[in-house]
């Protein structure tokens, strides 16, 4: 797959929705040590500590494959943001959440502490 | 293929970060060191947008979903702390592979199989199976590789290559043929084990934790074909065995090897019988027993063998919990020694053997009995024993599948209180046969729901019969409203009593009399557990102890009321068969009358044998309630001398520091303490008013209340010697609990004992009165074992 840094997240139609049109997106988070966590974002902070919920851990490629073809599922998971490598999130749910957005512009922003 | 770099699987230090908090630093894109797998098409690089977006967020911010709370984070699982994260260790752990295809000496192989059977016993008696028997890598192979095939299951790298064993190679067929038929085996019995503790007696986490994290323990495998491999497996043990002693070479090496061989048949063969007795669960009582006795005589002989084994600690790891559908933080290995996992086992074999007793009940009675005594054990039986008497006792909600539970709570009604028999056989078309219908249906649920009880682990027990009452208690209501009903009179008529300065006679009652029982009977052991499980401080055993002798006089007038009644009901129906007999003598000697009592109308009198037994049972109860009375008088003596001497704090008194006056009071503590009976409607608790008068010391001397003490915790000796004395026939639903009463009751002696032995101890130390708080070089420990549950005995010694 190719890196990348092409974003149409910065279309003047979709810019501008913040952090807020990430959460529940979901995300695959590659961690320095080579491992993938795919689920939905559902906190941030400034250090990009970022929180997953309903997890499912990937190994890279090369270590021995687990049960279930290397997908493992681990729950709500809080991943340092040092130690990531990469974050890349479903196209087609940051899209609707824009839309939504959109179309329904009083619809509350989650929450920021 | 992703061409970011990756550092590998070591967390990056916090030196790496310290410059600037905000700014994460991320490893130059462009080196590789380790594949990333790539990513869906759908999926889109933000890491630098989203880098953007998070430097808005102001320090100590935190953007989230709208739903999420705090205490959601709290299970959250932080990746890259090893702590935490089951996948870091499965990561570091790779570089030491254990090698499942290799070949193993005998002494290392007979280690393993020692070892997972030690595993096994630990998933028992409470370990996770990811800290026991899934930590051995042969089985993790077996199941990776498992695909619903049994051949599958081997300890090739993948499926599709399993390896071969040459008779020729010995290693190879201890690993591929003795120790896999041995895998299969624990997996089997695991399976067999964990399908019987599926029900609601037993608590996941806290007896037992049932989860496979998705793994398939070859549930539809049939247990013929796991026994099958077993069998082949020993046959060719029995054949190297033979073939080894006809070469006529004799050294230690041979020696071992013989021995080790040997070793393999027993473990083998007990693996055999264990998945059988398990597989038997539900057949005939004999059919378990037999099997069960057979795991007794391999026990022994494998006790000999022990010695050979060779330990191979890396075939187990708890690396493998990174490989697991698990969201656990790692968990350390639960150890066992091969002894302790011995004694397990017996337990195992010896409950599940004494649970198969429960079929030669003589009456329904005797399995509420039954339960009663199996719920008092100590050790609390294993999980698994205890949801094979519920399993094995209730089937479709009927016990042993055949009696509705309605008629437990008949003959349970009609053991205590003899009613009519016509009560219970209520004509269809009776105005109050509805509303009779309505209770035994309420009182079937409640009764039920004791069974279940009873078989919880004794602090769950205790939990759960705080919430009981209460349904008890409504039952009461319910039974109080129906047999004041001008219908039901009729069963429960009106007896003469024997004082004759009242006027109005005394009603039987028997319903509300039984449920008004049972509810006593819960009452007393959720209050006498306090001091089994150690709940109450030191401080608040003077108050249960009074509040339990309160509860136990309740309940002995109660008893003594349904005593009567039969004393009456005895009587009369004497009378009417002398007016019978006389009356026939009348009519002969025409016109000579006799006196008689009215017999009841409409209702049949309880025939006489089942009044004696009831009487004589009740005897019984009562010569059991008056031990606890004096027993707690001694204990409440004790503790005021102990509170007086300063050892032990008033509870009566305001707390000893003045700042914390404001956040407790000692009404507010006894009010708390006495919760769980602060809805029930009879019996009401005292106020703290009365117990402060009651309970006031102030006229008493040390000294005095130790003479008393010893006095009545000699009387409760002696009143224990004549209740052991009672004959069988005086112990109603006894049949199958006669040895274990037997043995409760000499617990019973051992606390008097300890208690006399206490009151000595302190007698010589000739204390002073003084205030609590004030230096004392005095040590008191509450001592469980061997004395009765209910009644721990306190040792009081100087610190040394």
Known sequence: MSTSTSNSLLDPELDGGGISQYISVPFIVTTTDGRQFHGPLIGTDREQNIILGDATEKLPIGFKSRRNEGFRYVGMIVVPGKYILRIDADRRALQSNSLNRRRHPQISTPDVL | MSTLKANGASPMSNDETAGDPTNVQRPEAGHSNIPIPPVAPNYVDITDVFAKEAQKIRPGELAMLETFELVNAINALEIMDLKMDTGLLDMLSRDKEFDTTANRAAKQVLWVMDELFAMEMSWHTGGALSQTVFTCLYIEQALKNF????????????????????DADLESVFVHVVLRAFVLGIIKTCDLSRRRLQCNEIMEDEDIVTQTYSLDLMQFVPVSKICSGLTDAINKMKRLKTESSRQHVHDQE?????????????????????????????????????????????????????????????????????????????????????GDAITTLERLINGTRDVLRIHDYGSLGDITGYFEEFAMRRPTELPYVRCQLFRRSFVHRKIFGKFPMRDAVIADITDLCCPSPALFAIDESHPCRQALDLFLTRAEVCFENLFSIMCHNRARLRQRLCGAIMDWDSLQVDSEHLESSVEMLE????????????????????????????????????????????????????????????????????????????????????????????????????????????PASGALPPSQES?????????????????????????????????????????????????????????????????????IGVPEIP??????????????????????????????????????????????????????????????????????????????????????????????????????????????????
């Open chain 2, 147 to 166: 695909n619903g095939c049994i051949s599958s299951a081997h300890f090739g790298d993948d499926e599709s290559h399993e390896p071969m064993s040459s």
């Open chain 2, 611 to 679: 009044i004696m037994r009831t009487r004589m049972w009740l005897a019984g109860l009562r010569s059991q309630i008056g031990v606890y009375k004096e027993l707690c008088h001694g204990y409440m003596c004790f503790m005021a001398a102990m509170v007086l001497a300063g050892c032990v704090r008033s509870f009566t008194a305001s707390p000893v520091d003045p700042s914390r006056k404001k956040y407790t009071t000692p009404e507010l503590l006894y009010k708390l303490r006495l919760k769980p009976f602060s809805t």
């Open chain 2, 254 to 338: 041979k020696a071992d090897l013989l021995g080790c061989i040997d070793g393999f048949i027993v473990r083998l063969e007990l693996r055999i019988l264990m998945i059988k007795a398990l597989d038997a669960a539900d057949d005939a009582p004999e059919k378990q027993i037999e099997l069960l006795a057979g795991i007794g005589d391999l026990i022994r002989r494998l006790a000999s063998t022990i010695s050979l084994a060779e330990s191979l600690p890396v075939a187990f790891s708890i690396a493998i919990q990174g490989r697991l559908e698990c969201g656990m933080p790692p968990r350390p290995k639960v150890e066992m020694s091969f």
């Open chain 2, 687 to 800: 106020s703290f008013e009365t117990y402060q008068r009651l309970t006031d010391l102030r006229d008493w001397q040390i000294d005095s209340l130790l003479d008393n003490a010893q006095i009545t915790v000699n009387s409760a000796r002696n009143m224990t010697d004549v209740w052991s004395k009672l004959k069988p026939e005086q112990q109603i639903n006894a049949k199958l609990v006669q040895e274990s009463s037997a043995k409760m009751r000499r617990s019973l002696t051992r606390s008097c004992v300890g208690t006399n032995v206490a009151i000595s101890v302190l007698r010589q130390m000739k204390l002073q009165p003084r205030s609590f708080g004030e230096e004392n070089n005095l040590k008191i420990s509450v001592l469980h074992d061997n004395f009765h549950p209910f009644f721990p005995v306190l040792s009081v010694s100087t610190r040394k």
């Open chain 2, 491 to 598: 069963f429960s008529p009106l007896l003469p009593t024997v004082q004759k300065s009242s006027e109005e006679g005394i009603r039987a009652l028997p319903l509300s009399s039984w449920v008004y029982f049972r509810k006593l009977q819960i009452m007393i052991w959720i209050i006498f557990m306090g001091f089994e499980l150690d709940i109450y401080r030191l401080e608040e055993w003077p108050l249960m102890l009074w509040y339990g002798d309160y509860i136990l006089g309740v309940m002995d007038s109660h008893v003594a009321r349904i005593e009567t009644i039969l004393e009456i009901t005895a009587t009369m129906q004497q009378a009417s068969t002398t007016y019978s007999t006389t009356s026939r003598k009348s009519k002969k000697n025409n016109g000579a009358k006799s006196i008689s009592a009215t």
